[in-house]
């Protein structure tokens, strides 16, 4: 069970490494980057794989039992799991008794992770790209361009998918989007203003 070879490995990491773990994990702005994640581990000659294996194990347990439960009837719930494991033998409970100690300092991890799950209740916008186009049209004899069509080529890459989404609109379509994106905008700073929220 991969559940049980990711605790056993806790064991392979120092106090001090552990340390620096948490402290990235609720420091990152954008934990799930990983781009930045292994910069960060090349910086501190972290090993990846050992990073990798234990940020699975702890998002697994925040995501599962801490965000589902509570931070402390989470981390319980958690450790009635993992005492059926394999009977708790000595290699898990050490492994265990050292990651309890510190699962209560990722609050501020525990809590973008939230954020970030209730974000994404849908696919989100990851990236998108916008190309516009100019398209002649001939006129029958092919001799002359009767008239010009102007295109817009819209891009769009989501979070659940390896396919981009790509659809062309004229400029009347492009207009409406935009007075419903502008819409869009202005609801979102009533609502925060309304709330007095400040954060972007």
């Not at 998918?161 to 994106?181: A, G, M, R, Y």
């Amino acid at each position: 069970m991969k559940l049980v070879e990711d605790l056993k490995k806790i064991n392979n990491i120092s106090d001090e490494q552990l340390k620096i773990i948490i402290k990235f994990l609720n420091s990152t702005e954008k934990d799930n980057r990983l781009t930045l994640i292994h910069k960060w581990c090349k910086e501190n000659d972290f090993d990846i794989d050992i990073f990798d294996d234990c940020y699975s194990l702890i998002f697994f347990i925040v995501k599962e039992f801490i965000i589902e439960n509570g931070m402390n009837d989470g981390i319980e719930e958690f450790e009635k799991t993992v005492l059926e494991l394999r009977n708790c033998d000595e290699e898990i409970s050490k492994a265990w008794g050292r990651l309890k100690l510190i699962l209560p300092q990722l609050d501020i991890f525990s809590n973008k992770i939230k954020s970030r799950l209730l974000e994404n209740i849908f696919p989100s916008l990851d990236e998108f790209n916008i190309v516009c186009d100019v398209r002649p049209v001939l006129d029958l004899e092919r001799t002359a361009v009767n008239q010009l069509l102007y295109q817009t080529i819209i891009t769009l890459n989501l979070s659940n998918s390896e396919q981009d989404i790509i659809f062309e609109c004229d400029e009347d379509t492009l207009v409406k989007l935009k007075k419903n994106i502008d819409k869009a905008l202005n609801k979102n700073k009533l609502i925060k203003s309304s709330l007095n929220v400040t954060n972007n």
